[in-house]
Nanobody
Framework: VQLQASGGGLVQAGGSLRLSCAAS????????MGWFRQAPGKEREFVAA????????FYGDSVKGRFTFSRDSAKNTVFLQMNSLKPEDTAVYFC??????????????????WGQGTLVTVSS
């Protein structure tokens, strides 16, 4: 199983980026897929996810209203549209997949598979 994330880069505050993560090796239609991020010196934190394809997305409090999570089951791919970016959004963003359920969707320990990460840098 491989998760390949892409789309990171350098953007000014207020700008937008769209991250993509393509999964290969198995399908994750009935599994959770999502995004976490880790800033230097900080814990990896939950950003967004759904527990299955077609399910309603969950968001971390710091990104609600600015980020939009989506899944394309046919392509086994998830996306993260990030708008109104702030310097504090600067981090390595990781896509993840696994057996998380509604009560554990925000817990990184509930995800079995991780991508390599893509760096997002937001300048002020």
């Amino acid at each position: 199983v491989q998760l390949q994330a892409s789309g990171g880069g350098l953007v000014q505050a207020g700008g937008s980026l769209r991250l993509s993560c393509a999964a290969s090796g198995r399908t994750f239609i009935n599994y959770a897929m999502g995004w976490f991020r880790q800033a230097p010196g900080k814990e990896r934190e939950f950003v967004a996810a759904t527990v299955r394809s077609g399910g309603a997305p969950f968001y971390g409090d710091s990104v609600k209203g600015r980020f939009t999570f989506s899944r394309d089951s046919a392509k086994n791919t998830v996306f993260l549209q990030m708008n109104s970016l702030k310097p504090e959004d600067t981090a390595v963003y990781f896509c993840a997949a696994g057996s998380a359920i509604l009560s554990t969707v925000r817990q990184k320990s509930s995800y079995n598979y991780w991508g390599q990460g893509t760096l997002v840098t937001v300048s002020s």
